[in-house]
């Protein structure tokens, strides 16, 4: 398997589930993040890990926990979130993290929060 | 005022059209500038990247940079129906804690 890898495609949830988002990189990157896609609206980065280290919080609030157990592995854990939380949630990777890296999406995690 | 400003559309045009599509932006610390196309139910890919000012071609696409306008454009020549997706410009700084800023999209449909 090449490229940025996301599971699960689509996730539908209770405002009081707990769940997880998983991110798997097969490109030999260093630095790997978060991102929120809303209707309408840029892109929003959530959160950022550099060589497993998180190094950018994006004021996001305390119901997404990210973990980064190693340089290819991000998971996105998730509880008691709100139906604005709704959204295609992607990871992506770059070799390192700023000086105009270029970034590899994967396809993309559809969450609806009931 | 928004960082990044781009069309949101819809933009429909005929297959074998050029297609021109553009952001501005007002922060001149901007010196990478990229086009990433999203299909529907898809992550975005890579379609262009520029350093600074000039133009690119890469096939059927050229991007160009006006930083002296803050101004950049990607154009699509004889557009395809599988170029029908959404293109969404962003750029950065470069420093080493930089970030990407992204336009909120434009959607683009090319009809047969």
């Known amino acids: 398997e090449t490229g940025v890898t996301q599971t699960p495609r689509h996730l539908v949830m209770g405002m009081t589930n707990k769940k997880s988002l998983k991110c798997e990189q097969h490109?030999?990157?260093?630095?790997m993040y978060w991102y929120k896609q809303s209707a309408k609206k840029p892109l929003e980065l959530m959160f950022v890990y550099s060589l497993e280290e998180r190094v950018e919080n994006n004021s996001v609030p305390s119901r997404f926990s990210p973990e980064c157990p190693n340089s290819s592995h991000l998971f996105l854990h998730l509880h008691t979130l709100q139906p604005e939380d709704s959204a295609l949630y992607l990871c992506a990777s770059s070799p390192q993290q700023g000086r105009g890296e270029k970034l590899f999406f994967g396809s993309g995690t559809q969450l609806s929060v009931l | 005022q928004k960082e990044v400003e781009q069309d949101p559309g819809p933009l429909s045009v005929p297959e074998g059209a050029i297609v021109s599509l553009n952001c501005t932006y007002s922060?001149?610390?901007?010196?990478?500038f990229m086009w990433y196309r999203q299909y529907s139910r898809k992550g975005p890919e890579l379609l262009m990247y520029?350093?600074?000012?000039g133009n690119k071609e890469d096939g059927r696409f050229t991007a160009q940079v006006d930083k002296s306008s803050k101004y950049i454009s990607l154009f699509i020549r004889d557009s395809q129906p599988s170029d029908s997706a959404t293109y969404l410009c962003a750029m950065t700084a470069g420093g080493t804690a930089s970030k990407l800023t992204f336009g909120t999209g434009t959607r683009l449909q090319v009809t047969l």
């Open positions: 922060n001149s610390a901007f010196q990478y």
């Open positions: 520029t350093y600074s000012s």
């Open positions: 490109l030999g990157h260093n630095a």
